[in-house]
């Protein structure tokens, strides 16, 4: 059963705290993304990487960190430093710059 | 920088067409897709056209390309309850790698 996975669904963390969240695929794609997403607007990219061992910054990296030390594997990191981090965040993968596939999605809700 | 641009709401009838447009600005795009978010869902692929074509079919889906406009359209004929949800415009350009440029989404509403 292939696909991307996001892990968990739901997360809840108070301000200050730095919070991991998941994402696994088994498509064997080289590359990977991660989104985030608010209401009343588009996707923002956030960090991707398009080959193991090597990442580059989207268009609002600033607060978050990302690794890519296994193919299958591309957690992001939502820092104390990121100042709005509630939102809806996506993960994705592709093979190569083919097309996109997402996962189901993690909400984040910082208090 | 690169710009896509969609109208944020639409409403029709069951049994009706419905006709999701978007504009976008950069004249490199190669590939131009439509993605399908139900709520509190991830983003479903349903179709994408290359920049060399002008039309695309696929069962009720029929995305049009007017490259000199910049301009794409998703229509979904005999529109469907079930077809309520975020539509999204991404455009793919030339010189970004992978990288997609999303519009705001157009939430499409389905009234029987």
């Known amino acids: 059963d292939g696909g991307i996975t996001q892990s968990p669904k739901y997360l809840f963390r108070k301000e200050g705290q730095n919070v991991t969240l998941s994402c696994e695929q088994n498509?064997?794609?080289?590359?990977m993304y991660w989104y985030r997403q608010d209401p009343g607007q588009g996707l923002r990219l956030i960090y991707y990487s398009q080959i193991v061992n090597d990442f580059q910054k989207g268009d609002i990296a600033e607060g978050y960190s990302v690794s890519r030390e296994k193919k299958e594997s591309f957690p992001l990191t939502v820092t104390s430093a990121q100042k709005n981090p509630t939102a809806f965040y996506l993960c994705?993968?592709?093979?190569?710059?083919?097309?996109?596939?997402f996962g189901p999605g993690t909400r984040l809700t910082v208090t | 920088g690169e710009d896509v641009e969609q109208s944020l709401f639409l409403s029709v009838r069951e049994g009706d067409s419905s006709v999701i447009n978007c504009t976008y600005t950069d004249s490199s795009s190669t590939y131009l897709y439509w993605y399908k978010q139900e709520p509190g869902a991830g983003l479903q692929l349903l179709t994408y056209i290359f920049s060399n074509m002008d039309m695309k079919q696929d069962q009720r889906l029929t995305v049009l390309l007017n490259k000199k406009d910049k301009h794409l359209s998703l229509r979904i004929a005999d529109t469907q309850t079930g077809d309520s949800a975020i539509y999204f415009c991404?455009?793919?350009?030339?010189?970004?790698?992978?990288?997609?440029?999303f519009g705001q989404g157009t939430e499409l509403s389905v009234k029987p």
């Open positions: 994705a993968s592709s093979p190569g710059q083919g097309n996109q596939y």
């Open positions: 991404a455009v793919k350009g030339g010189n970004q790698g992978g990288k997609l440029i």
């Open positions: 498509l064997n794609h080289d590359a």
